[in-house]
């Protein structure tokens, strides 16, 4: 084998445990904003396990992220919670890094 043919066969190695780590750290995070939305919603038991599988099993990151704000708003407003669309993409991003880093260390 040659030196390129190794190094084309990292980089692709390299590529997949990187989407690989991409599609966990959305798993995770994903899993983390419907834990907190099930705590603001104030579900308990199997109401916040369904709803938090509901919302955990959203794994597109672009076209789901928008949707994910659009019912967690709706939810919240059906609750009197009164939150934007930007504070709860701000708490996204916030449980994304924390997933980023979770994932990296295997905490989960």
Known sequence: MTLFQ???RAFEQMFAHDE??????LARRNKLLGQWAAAQLGLKGDK????????SG???AHVIDESLTLKIQADFAAKGIDLSDEQIREKMAELMAIAIRQVRSSEW
Do not use: K, N, P, Q
Request: hydrophobic share 45%.
């Open 6 to 8: 190794d190094r084309e």
């Open 20 to 25: 690989e780590a991409r599609f966990r750290a």
């Open 48 to 55: 916040s396990d369904f709803y938090i599988a509901e919302i």
């Open 58 to 60: 959203s794994l597109v």
